[in-house]
T-cell receptor
Framework: AQRVTQPEKLLSVFKGAPVELKCNYSYSGSPELFWYVQYSRQRLQLLLRHISRESIKGFTADLNKGETSFHLKKPFAQEEDSAMYYCALHSGGYQKVTFGTGTKLQVIP | SAVISQKPSRDICQRGTSLTIQCQVDSQVTMMFWYRQQPGQSLTLIAT?????????ESGFVIDKFPISRPNLTFSTLTVSNMSPEDSSIYLCSVAGTGEGETQYFGPGTRLLVL
């Protein structure tokens, strides 16, 4: 069975400090991993995907198959980064998605 | 990308009643998904809805409780039947992009409170 673990429910950092949101996964196949973000009063939306190797809003995430991790990082947190972040594993021919429990990032001014 | 709307955006219902949630997409999509997000919890997939066939339910969810319709490629409904307070949750509709590495696009959700 596939599983996504986000160990931190809440992460508080000061503005300008580095951010790392942890995500570990368990999956027997070749994983497709994503980070989704939900800002206050907005719908859930894609932040970035591992296959694109992109940096969005200063965030990056590297898939580490050896450690089965996909941690989300940003060198300098901004107040507008405050949101709920979900790590997700896409699998199956019909794009079944397994979500982690989410981490609330709170950036303190 | 896809733009998804849901109706109603929120509702307060009495136990024992049923509520049907509508999901409309601005483009034709093969697969639509229904999720539940209970208070303080992550998103849990309820079922996958394909046009022209019965929905595929995940473990712990059954058709009698959550009947789904998918009459065409842009629309789906989820009914929460015989509601109890434990059904209080946010229900989200989503659609899958196509191709490898494509994301899912989510509706704004329907916030349901059962008294």
């Amino acid at each position: 069975a596939q599983r996504v673990t986000q160990p931190e429910k809440l992460l508080s950092v000061f503005k300008g400090a580095p951010v790392e949101l942890k995500c570990n996964y368990s999956y027997s196949g070749s994983p497709e991993l994503f980070w989704y973000v939900q800002y206050s009063r907005q719908r859930l939306q894609l932040l970035l995907r591992h296959i694109s190797r992109e940096s969005i809003k200063g965030f990056t995430a590297d898939l580490n198959k050896g450690e089965t991790s996909f941690h989300l990082k940003k060198p300098f947190a901004q107040e507008e980064d405050s949101a709920m972040y979900y790590c997700a594993l896409h699998s199956g021919g019909y794009q079944k998605v397994t979500f982690g429990t989410g981490t609330k990032l709170q950036v303190i001014p | 990308s896809a733009v998804i709307s849901q109706k109603p955006s929120r509702d307060i219902c009495q136990r024992g009643t049923s509520l049907t949630i509508q999901c409309q997409v601005d483009s034709q999509v093969t697969m639509m998904f229904w999720y539940r997000q209970q208070p303080g919890q992550s998103l849990t997939l309820i079922a996958t809805a394909n046009q022209g066939s019965e929905a595929t339910y995940e473990s712990g969810f059954v058709i009698d409780k959550f009947p789904i319709s998918r009459p065409n490629l842009t629309f789906s409904t989820l009914t929460v039947s015989n509601m109890s307070p434990e059904d209080s949750s946010i229900y989200l509709c989503s659609v899958a992009g196509t191709g490898e590495g494509e994301t899912q696009y989510f509706g704004p959700g329907t916030r349901l409170l059962v008294l």
